[in-house]
């Protein structure tokens, strides 16, 4: 049986964030969060240096490609509903 690695990056527009720290607080909660609730890797990859804009990646792994997509899609919407940050690109690779 294989496994199956799904991958999703999400691009965030934190209108919010005034300065790194700020960024850092509302990207960890949202982290956090999607670690506690889903079971999954997370963490930031891109744009660690500007202000108002991050990139996000979300790894889950299963025997199912179906299950792993279902779980980075609940992601997807969970980071989506919060109203602190923007979505603004994803993108989903299975491996």
Known sequence: MAAIVGVCTL???IPEATSLKSKRSVLK???DGIRDRF???AAEV??????QRAGIAIACVSNSQA??????DKVVNWVEANPRVFVTRVELEFL
């Not at 891109?46 to 202000?51: A, G, I, K, P």
């Open 11 to 13: 691009d965030l527009h």
């Open 29 to 31: 909660s949202t982290l």
């Open 39 to 41: 079971h999954v890797s």
């Open 46 to 51: 891109e744009y660690l240096d500007l202000w």
């Open 67 to 72: 299950y792993t997509n279902e779980v980075l």
